[in-house]
């Protein structure tokens, strides 16, 4: 266990505050198993509440598994799922989602910016309407995106637009959902059921819980038999109150948007540091918690015997991640690190 903040993933970082006393709450004393308690009534409610919806709840340990069964229950066997090809449930979830829907075909729709557009979606749903093809039947988006930018209101309604036209679902992957609402300053109502949005997947680990998304159904009927999904692929969890009452303290707290916000505020300051840096580009638009960065191998070099750690999966950029804890002056020395070693390549190469 080290001290020094590294921003390779925001899942580095531990439970924050509410989060972890909502935990303590609920570890008093005995309650009843399998979500029949108190703590997971009241985090339901709470969704209820933020969501001004009488959604259906349901909690899981992760989000693939909340990922794969919600499109799992939207889907027979036979249809497919549109989504872009840096989608998380095609690039990184190992085919749980064509596991769990016993064979539901990811469609992979072109995308410049990793984004799915209402043309690629009809282009890809329209493509073939024979009995060979697996029958489209779920668009699925993730908000904000795998590298950070977020699909603004007006977007989401265009997508859902074409989505009832052909007659399909839409489909949220929100593992960083809180981000988008701070960053469009957008309520979670706007951003989901009242932009046609039927099944989100709300991230609770990249926001400051220890573990725990939850899958919540904004019409009901697509919402029947999801405990008996859960229960089957191994996500009942039976001491449910620990997955639940930190969504209770996140959600009556506001820590959930305040989390995100200060995660959001920490990438947007280093891409003002290191904006216009000779050989440093920001690889895309910085809307969320994370910053893309494109370097010479020898910049990156630079960093990596300065101590910082960062994955650098996706086109070769160094990725940093912030998260609810991130530290504004751990940040500045990031942004002081990247400008020296840029300086110091430069140097070498003059
Ligand atoms: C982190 C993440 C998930 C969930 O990943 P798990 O490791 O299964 O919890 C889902 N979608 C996106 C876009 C993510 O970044």
Redesign the pocket.
Known sequence: MTDVQQFASD?YAGVCPEAWAAMEAANRGHAPAYGDDDWTQRAADAFRTLFESDCEVFFAF??????SLALASLCQSYHSVICSAA???ET??CGAPEFFSNGSKLLVAPSTDGKLTPEAVRTVATSRSDIHFPKPRVVTI?QP??TGQVYTVAEIQALSAVCRELGLKLHM?G??FAHACASLDASPAELTWKSGVDVL?F?G??NGMAVG?AVIFFDPALAQDFDYRCKQAGQLASKMRFLSAPWVGMLESGAWLANARHANACATRLAERIAGLPGIELMFPVEANGVFVHAPDPVLAGLRARGWRFYTFIGGGARFMFAWDADPARVEQLAADIRDASTETLAAAA
Do not use: L
């Not at 992760?62 to 990922?67: D, E, L």
């Open positions: 899942n992760n989000g693939t598994a909340a990922n989608a998380h449930v990184d979830e993730t995106t795998e992957d593992a960083r997947c991230g680990t990249k998304e």
